[in-house]
């Protein structure tokens, strides 16, 4: 324990200690900068987005705004961008994709001795550096930004829900590179499934000097996911198991069961490329779930473990964990979740305190959400009037503004199997 103190200790000196040599090199170049910056803010306002590019989720806020900008026909692409981020660590090809369609400015370190300098000069006021946290993907993060929800008119909330451009492209070489891997999986753009479920070997791989173990609530077993898996193969469906860092290999005889996280064709091009081109994909809470999603791939949703789903994702279906509560010996209904009012940020900590055991979503329910939501694709779904009015009294329950694809859903079997879950 001492040791470990010590060794904290040592490292917050090391970085104080970088960060002030930093600091002494760029001071002369941030000091033109201010007045650079100064002199033309003069003439007209300088609004400045900081992005964060150190992991692959980070770039949702620029998704998003990009996503609602394109709707509105504003001119967010015309906005002065930099990349403020010195610990750029996650996929090389996902930073090389969004580089093309939004010119980052480099030196990130100048930028970023630039806004602490800032503040000591005057006019600082007029140099505004948004951040675009106050993002409204997801249920949660509508309902604590209702002020900016109310911003929206019902026409253009409907054209972002429906909106399904894809911002992303891959140039020719690039193609032929995913096809050949694809042909070598005897796999076809669009007529295979991704699956992921997470653990937390990319985490202690990225960083594994902290302690990540608040994730813990969002992992699931990648074994569960191998039924539905076994159930697309016989139809003719080649199964990618996605992901860069994974904590075990699949076990498995069925050679169109491609365990491609755990093999040696695993590359930062590859994560994204396959993820684009697949027909549907099956992904439990992660950030690598936004690949797909930008690239407008419609998403089986399981384990998901708190109402923080992106609603706005076309031909999506959603399915949760359930809240067990010790307490009352039951599981929790979806209001009393509500109730707990995490706000998105719930944590292992915090369900560990409520006394709250999260249960995973069987191998059944997965294979049914699946199953679901690949017949609703290829148009072979039956919808029954149950399951129409289970839909409309779950999505009451969210009783304010939020952004919703009209062909979004929460899985039907498994609101008629859990159906006392919405009382």
Same mark, same amino acid.
């Given at each position: 324990m001492v040791l470990k103190i010590l060794f904290k200790i040592k490292k917050i000196i090391i970085l104080k200690k970088k960060f002030f040599i930093q600091f002494i090199i760029f001071l002369p170049s941030s000091i033109l900068l201010i007045l650079i910056t100064r002199a033309l803010s003069l003439i007209k306002k300088i609004n400045i987005l900081e992005i964060n590019f150190s992991r692959i989720a980070d770039v949702y806020p620029l998704f998003w705004s990009l996503k609602v900008d394109d709707v509105l026909n504003l001119k967010f692409k015309k906005k002065y961008l930099i990349f403020i981020n010195d610990n750029f660590q996650h996929n090389k090809t996902w930073f090389k994709l969004w580089n093309r369609i939004i010119k980052f400015s480099p030196f990130s370190l100048l930028w970023k001795n630039f806004f602490i300098m800032s503040k000591f000069f005057p006019g600082h006021k007029n140099i505004t550096a948004e951040r675009y946290e106050t993002i409204l993907h997801n249920l949660y993060l509508a309902k604590i930004n209702q002020d900016k929800m109310r911003n929206f008119k019902l026409e253009q909330i409907k054209k972002i829900s429906s909106q399904n451009k894809v911002l992303l492209k891959f140039n020719e070489s690039e193609e032929q590179l995913g096809k050949n891997y694809l042909d070598s999986r005897s796999a076809n753009k669009y007529s295979y499934i991704c699956f992921h479920s997470r653990d937390r070997a990319y985490l202690q791989h990225y960083n594994n000097q902290k302690d990540w173990s608040y994730h813990d609530f969002r992992d699931s077993n990648i074994d569960t996911y191998l039924p539905a898996m076994?159930?697309?193969?016989?139809?003719?469906?080649?199964?990618?198991?996605?992901?860069?860092?994974?904590?075990?290999? /699949?076990?498995?005889?069925?050679?169109? /069961?491609?365990? +491609?996280?755990?093999?040696?064709?695993?590359?930062?091009?590859?994560?994204?490329? /396959?993820?684009?081109?697949?027909?549907?994909?099956? +992904?439990?809470?992660?950030?690598?779930?936004?690949?797909?999603?930008?690239?407008?791939?419609?998403?089986?949703?399981?384990?998901?473990?708190?109402? @923080?789903?992106?609603?706005?994702?076309? @031909?999506?279906?959603?399915?949760?964990?359930?809240?067990?509560?010790?307490?009352? @010996?039951? @599981?929790?209904?979806?209001?009393?979740?509500?109730?707990?009012?995490?706000?998105?940020?719930?944590?292992?900590?915090?369900?560990?305190?409520?006394? /709250?055991?999260?249960?995973?979503?069987?191998?059944?329910?997965?294979?049914?959400?699946?199953?679901?939501?690949?017949e609703r694709l290829n148009g072979n779904w039956i919808e029954d009037a149950k399951c129409v009015e289970l839909q409309k009294k779950f999505w009451s329950l969210f009783n304010y503004s939020y952004i919703k694809s009209p062909t979004f859903r929460i899985g039907s079997t498994f609101l008629k199997n859990n159906f006392e879950l919405i009382q």
């Open positions: 076994e159930h697309f193969t016989k139809l003719g469906y080649p199964c990618f198991r996605m992901g860069s860092k994974v904590e075990k290999k /699949i076990e498995t005889n069925n050679n169109n /069961i491609i365990d +491609y996280a755990s093999s040696s064709s695993q590359s930062d091009f590859l994560d994204v490329y /396959i993820a684009s081109k697949c027909f549907m994909a099956v +992904y439990s809470e992660s950030g690598i779930s936004v690949i797909p999603e930008v690239f407008d791939r419609p998403i089986v949703y399981v384990n998901w473990p708190a109402f @923080n789903f992106s609603c706005f994702s076309a @031909n999506s279906l959603v399915i949760p964990k359930k809240y067990f509560s010790k307490k009352k @010996n039951r @599981n929790l209904t979806f209001s009393e979740i509500l109730e707990l009012n995490f706000e998105g940020v719930a944590t292992s900590a915090k369900l560990k305190d409520l006394e /709250i055991d999260l249960i995973d979503n069987t191998p059944t329910e997965i294979l049914d959400a699946a199953k679901e939501n690949f």
